[in-house]
Protein backbone atom coordinates (compact mmCIF):
# COMPACT_ATOMS: atom_id res chain seq x y z
CA UNK A 1 0.00 0.00 0.00
CA UNK A 2 1.28 3.79 -0.90
CA UNK A 3 0.26 6.85 1.06
CA UNK A 4 -0.65 9.60 -0.76
CA UNK A 5 -0.52 13.53 0.33
CA UNK A 6 -1.77 15.85 -1.53
CA UNK A 7 -1.36 19.86 -1.17
CA UNK A 8 -1.03 23.21 -3.58
CA UNK A 9 -5.10 23.66 -3.72
CA UNK A 10 -6.55 27.03 -2.64
CA UNK A 11 -8.62 29.45 -4.11
CA UNK A 12 -7.62 31.49 -7.36
CA UNK A 13 -9.06 33.98 -9.81
CA UNK A 14 -10.35 32.21 -13.06
CA UNK A 15 -7.58 32.45 -15.52
CA UNK A 16 -4.88 32.10 -12.32
CA UNK A 17 -2.86 28.62 -11.97
CA UNK A 18 -2.21 26.34 -9.39
CA UNK A 19 0.32 23.46 -8.67
CA UNK A 20 -1.11 20.46 -7.09
CA UNK A 21 1.59 17.97 -6.08
CA UNK A 22 1.30 14.31 -4.72
CA UNK A 23 3.76 13.05 -2.23
CA UNK A 24 3.95 9.20 -2.15
CA UNK A 25 5.35 6.88 0.58
CA UNK A 26 5.41 3.25 1.72
CA UNK A 27 6.36 1.48 -1.62
CA UNK A 28 8.22 1.86 -4.30
CA UNK A 29 6.94 4.99 -6.15
CA UNK A 30 8.78 4.96 -9.24
CA UNK A 31 7.13 1.79 -10.95
CA UNK A 32 3.44 2.57 -10.51
CA UNK A 33 1.55 4.56 -13.14
CA UNK A 34 -0.42 7.72 -11.00
CA UNK A 35 -3.65 10.24 -11.88
CA UNK A 36 -5.75 12.63 -10.77
CA UNK A 37 -9.31 12.79 -10.33
CA UNK A 38 -11.68 14.91 -9.13
CA UNK A 39 -15.09 15.55 -7.73
CA UNK A 40 -17.40 18.69 -8.01
CA UNK A 41 -19.91 18.96 -5.12
CA UNK A 42 -23.50 17.00 -6.25
CA UNK A 43 -21.30 15.19 -8.57
CA UNK A 44 -19.53 11.66 -9.27
CA UNK A 45 -15.37 11.72 -9.04
CA UNK A 46 -14.14 12.20 -12.80
CA UNK A 47 -10.47 11.48 -14.13
CA UNK A 48 -8.48 14.65 -15.07
CA UNK A 49 -5.13 13.20 -16.06
CA UNK A 50 -3.06 10.02 -15.58
CA UNK A 51 0.69 9.55 -16.49
CA UNK A 52 2.64 6.20 -16.86
CA UNK A 53 5.22 4.49 -14.22
CA UNK A 54 8.07 5.84 -16.79
CA UNK A 55 6.49 9.21 -17.52
CA UNK A 56 6.39 8.78 -21.04
CA UNK A 57 3.37 8.58 -21.25
CA UNK A 58 0.22 10.74 -19.87
CA UNK A 59 -3.84 11.21 -20.34
CA UNK A 60 -6.13 13.98 -20.16
CA UNK A 61 -9.56 14.60 -19.91
CA UNK A 62 -10.55 16.43 -22.99
CA UNK A 63 -12.39 19.96 -20.82
CA UNK A 64 -8.69 20.13 -19.65
CA UNK A 65 -6.32 19.55 -22.66
CA UNK A 66 -3.83 22.10 -23.24
CA UNK A 67 -4.38 23.89 -19.47
CA UNK A 68 -3.00 21.58 -17.65
CA UNK A 69 -0.13 19.11 -17.38
CA UNK A 70 0.55 16.11 -15.22
CA UNK A 71 4.45 15.45 -14.66
CA UNK A 72 6.22 13.22 -12.29
CA UNK A 73 10.06 13.42 -9.96
CA UNK A 74 10.74 9.91 -9.03
CA UNK A 75 13.58 11.26 -7.25
CA UNK A 76 10.98 13.06 -5.08
CA UNK A 77 8.11 10.68 -5.08
CA UNK A 78 6.12 13.41 -6.45
CA UNK A 79 3.38 13.63 -8.72
CA UNK A 80 2.88 16.98 -9.80
CA UNK A 81 -0.54 18.55 -11.53
CA UNK A 82 0.55 21.88 -13.10
CA UNK A 83 -3.19 23.80 -13.88
CA UNK A 84 -3.13 27.28 -15.83
CA UNK A 85 -6.29 28.96 -17.53
CA UNK A 86 -8.18 27.76 -14.72
CA UNK A 87 -12.25 27.69 -15.23
CA UNK A 88 -14.83 27.98 -12.47
CA UNK A 89 -15.70 24.62 -13.67
CA UNK A 90 -12.35 23.35 -12.60
CA UNK A 91 -13.67 23.52 -9.15
CA UNK A 92 -13.66 20.21 -7.48
CA UNK A 93 -12.22 18.74 -4.48
CA UNK A 94 -8.78 16.95 -6.75
CA UNK A 95 -7.62 14.01 -5.64
CA UNK A 96 -4.29 11.56 -6.74
CA UNK A 97 -4.10 8.18 -7.03
CA UNK A 98 -1.75 5.05 -7.51
CA UNK A 99 -2.42 2.63 -9.71
CA UNK A 100 -2.79 -0.89 -8.59
CA UNK A 101 -0.38 -2.86 -10.79
CA UNK A 102 3.28 -2.48 -11.23
CA UNK A 103 4.23 -0.72 -14.45
CA UNK A 104 0.93 0.90 -15.09
CA UNK A 105 1.15 2.87 -18.69
CA UNK A 106 -1.85 5.22 -17.19
CA UNK A 107 -5.32 4.77 -17.08
CA UNK A 108 -8.40 7.15 -17.07
CA UNK A 109 -10.50 4.48 -15.25
CA UNK A 110 -10.85 5.00 -10.99
CA UNK A 111 -11.19 1.62 -10.28
CA UNK A 112 -7.85 0.79 -11.73
CA UNK A 113 -6.36 2.69 -9.01
CA UNK A 114 -5.79 1.44 -5.46
CA UNK A 115 -4.41 3.80 -3.18
CA UNK A 116 -5.61 7.61 -2.94
CA UNK A 117 -5.05 10.58 -1.39
CA UNK A 118 -7.85 12.70 0.95
CA UNK A 119 -8.12 15.31 -1.53
CA UNK A 120 -7.11 19.29 -1.58
CA UNK A 121 -9.93 21.50 -2.86
CA UNK A 122 -9.40 23.80 -5.55
CA UNK A 123 -11.56 26.84 -6.02
CA UNK A 124 -11.56 29.23 -9.40
CA UNK A 125 -13.67 31.72 -8.99
CA UNK A 126 -15.32 34.19 -11.67
Known amino acids: QVQLVESGGGLVQAGGSLRLSCAAS????????MGWFRQAPGKEREFVAS????????YYRDSVKGRFTISRDNAKNTVYLQMNSLKPEDTAVYFC???????????????????WGQGTQVTVSS
Open 97 to 115: AAERNKYGLGSETAADFGS
Open 26 to 33: GRTFSIYG
Open 51 to 58: ISWSGSRT
